[in-house]
Nanobody, 121 residues
């Protein structure tokens, strides 16, 4: 079993900051990419940021310069530092990871349960 557990969501005023965390646990041999997605009410889920095992990352245009994704490899944890938050950042944020449970190199994709981020005055 593999689980992704997000934390750090909440209510913040426009211009504020939040830091999301996602820890992967269970039977894990290797993790390749880890990512954050979000889904606003009535909209499709979209990629926010992604970081691969080599450290390269990419961001949605809407969050570039405001959000930073990072990883702690020894803790199987990914973070999303969100600064200068806007009301349009309000959404449920989901952690996503490509995880191999054995040395055979077969990676499966896993999702967390999501954490709500609300940006409102």
């Amino acid at each position: 079993q593999v689980q992704l557990a997000e934390s750090g969501g909440g209510l913040v005023r426009p211009g504020g900051s939040l830091r999301l965390s996602c820890a992967a646990s269970g039977s894990i041999f290797s993790i390749n990419a880890m990512a954050w997605y979000r889904q606003a009410s009535g909209k499709q889920r979209e990629l926010v940021a992604r970081i691969i095992s080599g450290g390269s990352s990419n961001y949605a245009d809407s969050v570039k310069g405001r959000f930073t994704i990072s990883r702690e490899y020894d803790k199987n944890t990914v973070y999303l530092q969100m600064n200068s938050l806007k009301p349009e950042d309000t959404a449920v944020y989901y952690c996503n990871a490509d995880i191999s449970r054995t040395h055979w190199g077969i990676f499966l994709n896993y999702w967390g349960q999501g954490t709500q981020v609300t940006v409102s005055s």
